[in-house]
C-alpha cells in the first residue's frame, strides 16, 4: 500500500508560482510511476505531469509545458510540482497519482493505482 498526500495549495493571482508537494509513504520504490492530475469544476480529471520515481520517462501536458516541472527528493520521499506563470485556466484541485507497473507515466487517471486527497489552487485574474 502506498500513501500519498498533497499540500501547497492555496488562493493565487495570474502570473504567480506555486509548489504542491505530495509526500509518499509506504512501499514505495524507485519503480513507480508518479503524476499529477488536476480536475476543474465540471471538467473531467485531466493529466498535468509525470514522470518515473528514477528520473526517466518525464512527461507534461501541452497546456503546462515550460510553466511546470514535476520533480523528486528522494530523500524526502516527495514529489513536487512547481508551477511558474500561472493562469486562470489552471484553476483546479490538483492530485498526485502513483502506480507501480506503468513503464512510463501515462494521461489516462484510471490506470493508477494510488491516489492523494488533492488540494485545490484557484487562480484569479
Known amino acids: 500500500q502506498v500513501q500519498l498526500v498533497e499540500s501547497g495549495g492555496g488562493l493565487v493571482q495570474a502570473g504567480d508560482s506555486l509548489r504542491l508537494s505530495c509526500a509518499a509513504s509506504?512501499?514505495?520504490?524507485?519503480?513507480?510511476?508518479m503524476a499529477w492530475f488536476r480536475q476543474a469544476p465540471g471538467k473531467e480529471r485531466e493529466f498535468v505531469a509525470g514522470?518515473?520515481?528514477?528520473?526517466?520517462?518525464?512527461r507534461y501536458a501541452d497546456s503546462v509545458k515550460g510553466r511546470f516541472t514535476i520533480s523528486v527528493d528522494n530523500a524526502k520521499n516527495t514529489v513536487y510540482l512547481q508551477m511558474n506563470s500561472l493562469k486562470p485556466e489552471d484553476t483546479a484541485v490538483y492530485y498526485c497519482?502513483?502506480?507501480?507497473?506503468?513503464?512510463?507515466?501515462?494521461?489516462?487517471?484510471?490506470?493508477?493505482?494510488?491516489w492523494g486527497q488533492g488540494t485545490q489552487v484557484p487562480v484569479s485574474s
Open positions: 514522470r518515473r520515481w528514477s528520473g526517466l520517462s518525464t
Open positions: 509506504g512501499r514505495t520504490s524507485s519503480s513507480y510511476t
Open positions: 497519482a502513483a502506480d507501480r507497473f506503468l513503464p512510463s507515466p501515462s494521461t489516462s487517471y484510471n490506470v493508477y493505482d494510488y
